[in-house]
């Protein structure tokens, strides 16, 4: 019988999938960005949060 190989190691603080409306040309900004346009967002998201309340 074979031995799972495991996959990637688990990360300390994994992401989280989830749906989420946006302007068509907020999402158009990002995307335009290229390739890792998501993480782009989420660094954008986290750099706003650092100077305003969630709440």
Known sequence: M???KGGRPRKDSP???TGIRLD???L???RATGKGWQT???DAL???LK???PA
């Open 15 to 17: 992401k989280v999938f």
């Open 51 to 53: 100077d305003h309340s």
């Open 46 to 48: 986290k750099e706003w």
């Open 40 to 42: 782009w967002m989420n």
């Open 2 to 4: 074979l031995k799972p």
């Open 28 to 30: 158009e900004a990002f």
């Open 24 to 26: 068509a040309e907020v």
